[in-house]
């Protein structure tokens, strides 16, 4: 089976990271919703990074760590 699961396509790894990702979180309201948003964001920028060959895990680290500085700056406001 997980062999399987490695050899399904892009946006099924997509998916099924942003669920994981949103379902870590913890959060169960409305704001599992803007998680979940985010994390499809991410994933989208981790296959178009790897598609044009460049640093997607960085990319995708940079990204996660600007928008929790946001949040963050908004929470202290």
Request: aromatic share 12%; hydrophobic share 55%; proline share 3%.
């Amino acid at each position: 089976m997980a062999r399987r699961f490695l050899a399904s396509p892009w946006w099924v790894a997509g998916l099924a990271s942003a669920i994981v990702f949103t379902l870590l979180h913890g959060f169960t309201d409305r704001f599992a919703v803007n998680i979940l948003i985010g994390a499809t964001v991410l994933s989208a920028i981790f296959v178009i990074e790897a598609k044009r060959h460049g640093t997607p895990i960085l990319s995708t680290y940079l990204t996660h760590a600007l928008a929790n500085s946001m949040v963050f700056c908004l929470q202290t406001l």
